[in-house]
């Protein structure tokens, strides 16, 4: 079994210390962003598994907790070679919806790539959004559902901007599971990312 097939093993075994000390030794021969990209699948993978009822929750977390040790030790390897302006990003899942995972290696990519990113959870109001965007005078806000019944709530940031008439301040992208470049056009936003890294060229390119 080669180097990465063993990580991914040690991510899926929930194995967080051992999965964290491989990342360590391999990340120097191993194209950072690579890792990223083979773990995301792997966690794609397993929420089909968790879906189908192979796995069970309690497994799909503790892959999770893996994974996110892992993002922390290649997330500074990526830094070294892409540095962005400094940037604030101010993301979240909407409010209603607990799901992290995929919102979490988006954050991971933003700020390995240099962008300030401050992450609210889940289940973030459009309050919430708005009042952090604001505090901290980001540029951009990102927004993740996972769930047709809280993808609405992406249209409330929106909608709650306009009216407070500082939608122009601010570059909105939005992600996850059932959201589309259809849906994103529909309620204003200025971008839909399908993943992590493409939310990252997207974020260059509104900038
Ligand atoms: Co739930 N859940 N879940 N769930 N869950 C889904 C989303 C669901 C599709 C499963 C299903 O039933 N088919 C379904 C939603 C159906 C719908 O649309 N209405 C669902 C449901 C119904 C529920 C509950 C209601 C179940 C219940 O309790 N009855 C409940 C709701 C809780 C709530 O939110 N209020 C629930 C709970 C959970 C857990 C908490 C157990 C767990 C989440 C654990 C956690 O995140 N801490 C969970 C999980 C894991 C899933 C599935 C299996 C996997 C999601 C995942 O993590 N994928 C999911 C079914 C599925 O998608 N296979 C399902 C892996 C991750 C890497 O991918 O999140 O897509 P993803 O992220 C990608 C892209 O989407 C994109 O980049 C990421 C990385 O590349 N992306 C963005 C994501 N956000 C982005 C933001 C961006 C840009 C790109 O810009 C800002």
Do not use: C
């Not at 966690?43 to 192979?54: L, N, S, T, W």
């Amino acid at each position: 079994m080669n180097e990465m097939d063993r990580l991914v093993q040690l991510v899926i075994e929930g194995e967080e210390e051992e999965a964290a000390a491989l990342a360590e030794s391999i990340v120097p021969d191993h194209d950072p962003s690579r890792i990223i990209d083979v773990l995301t699948e792997t966690m794609r993978e397993m929420g089909d598994k968790f879906e189908d009822g192979e796995i069970f929750l309690p497994e799909l977390l503790i892959m999770s907790d893996a994974l996110m040790a892992v993002m922390d030790v290649v997330e500074p390897h990526l830094r070294a070679d892409k540095r962005q302006e400094q940037v604030t990003v101010v993301l979240g899942s909407v409010l209603g919806d607990v799901h992290e995972i995929g919102k979490n290696i988006v954050g991971i990519v933003l700020k390995a790539n240099g962008y300030n990113v401050i992450d609210l959870g889940a289940s973030v109001s459009a309050d919430d959004f708005i009042n952090k965007a604001e505090e901290k005078n980001a540029r951009v806000i990102g927004m993740s559902s996972l769930m047709t019944t809280t993808m609405g709530q992406q249209k409330k940031v929106i909608d709650a901007l306009v009216e407070k008439k500082i939608r122009h301040k601010y570059r909105v992208i939005v992600g996850g599971a059932p959201i589309s470049e259809r849906w994103a056009e529909e309620i204003g936003a200025d971008g839909y990312a399908e993943d992590a890294f493409k939310a990252f060229k997207l974020v260059k390119t509104l900038l």
